[in-house]
C-alpha cells in the first residue's frame, strides 16, 4: 500500500512533484486476493481505512488511515483508488478484477 501526492503549478497544472511513500507491504503467496476500503464521509472525517482478505472472513487492515483530500484551488478533484500491477520478476503481467461492489 502507498500514497502518491502530487504537486501542480497553479499556472498550467503542470505536475511539479510527485511524493511517494510506502505504507506498507505484505508478501502474497496465494492467486487470489481480496480488498476493501471502508470511508467515513461525514462532515470533516474523510478517512479510509484498508484492508485485504484471503477468504473474505478474516480481514487484515493494512497501512494507515489515510484522510481523503478535496481539493477545488487547483483541480475540481477528490481522492481517487486504484490498483496497480507492479512487475517485479519478469516484464508483463496482469491483474483480474473480478468484481467491484459498493455499499452505502
Do not use: H, P, Q
Request: glycine share 4%; net charge positive; charged share 35%.
Amino acid at each position: 500500500m502507498s500514497t502518491n501526492v502530487v504537486d501542480l503549478r497553479n499556472s498550467d497544472k503542470a505536475i511539479l512533484n510527485v511524493e511517494t511513500e510506502e505504507k506498507e507491504r505484505v508478501e502474497l503467496n496465494r492467486n487470489m486476493v481480496y480488498l476493501r476500503i471502508d470511508c467515513d464521509f461525514r462532515l470533516n472525517r474523510d478517512m479510509a481505512s484498508f484492508y485485504y482478505s484471503f477468504d473474505r472472513k478474516d480481514w487484515k487492515k493494512i497501512g494507515t488511515d489515510f484522510k481523503m483530500i478535496f481539493d477545488y484551488r487547483k483541480l475540481f478533484m477528490g481522492t481517487k483508488f486504484a490498483i496497480f500491477n507492479y512487475a517485479t520478476k519478469y516484464i508483463g503481467g496482469y491483474i483480474d478484477v473480478d468484481s467491484f461492489e459498493y455499499k452505502r
